[in-house]
């Protein structure tokens, strides 16, 4: 802020002393500065305090007018005091993106399989083998749970077998089935609808479709014999109504006529590769489980047929004594229910939305 100071001083005396007929007074302190019409002050002033007095000649007994503009520095603010400086205003934030919701529309679920299929592609085939080997190997612990809870409840199969299914179906393959998901394990019944999908968008080859089937595949079926031979040694189903239960599951299996075991595993596969589809549009892992839940509880409960479990389910029946060949499981079962399980990936899942969502 700038002060302006007027004042008459005497020319008669500064300091005690008479001050010359052709003297000049210039005064100012650390913070002012006194303009004079006589021009600039001359070398030689004297402090006095904070004010200065430079002298050159003037008349003597003459008085001046001074008139001195003062620009005083802001008083520094005190110790916790706001700074009083004034400063831009900060502009506002922006505002945080809208939350993400529950799940991807499907649209995107579909582009999102189509890139899992590239993913798969070009994935070396030591990784889709070692991962098929853990998925059979998962699968299998979920039919050995399912089988289990079927097998140690033979009073509630005869009075409320409905019951039953749903209480092997709740607490079996979805356990099986999250377990793949969560550890991005290779299943064969799912990658037919994720390498169709892929295909039918141009975005993987032929070659590289068969490579990842035919790699899944059989090491699904290793995986799955060799948790069948684990469960087997470990006795886990060796209380005899247990292992009436395993038998008859095995046997049962192997005496359904071709087509019926075609068609369940068309149904099967579908309602599997709906999870799939579910775990993938889920942003969360709650989602994925829930995903996975309805549909792999309902094909259970339904009674229809997935190649990757009764890989399991028979040789471990087989193991039990079941009078099933290696020729009849394969003739049978295995054979008809994965073509079964291939058609309900490529024409309801991959096939039906490729029609809808990926022509575009």
Not at 29 to 37: G, L
Request: hydrophobic share 50%; aromatic share 8%.
């Amino acid at each position: 802020m700038a002060t302006a100071v007027s004042f008459t001083m005497s020319m008669a005396a500064c300091q005690g002393r008479p001050i010359n007929a052709r003297s000049k007074v210039s005064i100012a302190s650390r913070s002012s500065a006194f303009a004079w019409p006589g021009g600039p002050v001359r070398s030689g002033a004297k402090k006095l305090g904070a004010v200065r007095i430079g002298l050159s000649k003037k008349k003597a007994g003459d008085s001046l007018s001074v008139k001195a503009v003062t620009s005083a520095p802001p008083p520094s603010p005190a110790v916790g005091s706001p700074d009083p400086t004034p400063t831009p205003a900060a502009s506002a934030p922006a505002p945080p993106p809208p939350p993400a919701g529950d799940a991807l529309p499907p649209p995107a679920v579909f582009n999102a399989a189509v890139g899992m299929s590239q993913k798969k592609a070009g994935q070396d085939p030591l990784t889709t083998l070692v991962l098929g080997f853990t998925a059979g190997a998962l699968i299998g612990i979920g039919a050995l749970l399912m089988a289990s809870v079927g097998g140690s409840s033979p009073a509630l199969a005869s009075s409320n077998p409905g019951l039953c299914n749903f209480l092997k179906g709740a607490v079996g393959l979805p356990c099986g089935l999250t377990l793949v998901i969560l550890t991005g394990a290779e299943l064969f019944t799912g990658n037919v609808f994720v390498m169709l999908s892929g295909w039918l968008k141009g975005a993987v080859s032929t070659s590289a479709v068969a490579r990842n089937w035919a790699l899944s595949y059989v090491a699904n079926f290793v995986g799955s014999v060799f948790l069948a031979w684990m469960a087997f040694t470990a006795k886990t189903m060796a209380a005899p109504t247990m292992t009436a239960s395993a038998i008859g599951i095995a046997t049962m299996k192997c005496n359904l006529a071709w087509s019926v075991a075609f068609t369940k595993g068309i149904l099967c596969n579908w309602l599997v590769c709906l999870g799939v589809w579910g775990t993938i549009a889920s942003t969360s892992i709650a989602g994925k489980i829930l995903a996975i839940f309805w549909p792999i509880s309902t094909f259970i409960c339904l009674g229809f047929e997935h190649s990757v479990a009764n890989m399991f389910l028979i040789p471990h029946g087989m193991m039990l004594g079941a009078n099933v060949t290696f020729g009849q499981m394969m003739a049978n079962n295995i054979i008809p229910v994965t073509l079964g399980n291939m058609v309900g990936a490529i024409v309801f899942v991959a096939g039906v939305h490729y029609v809808a969502y990926g022509r575009k």
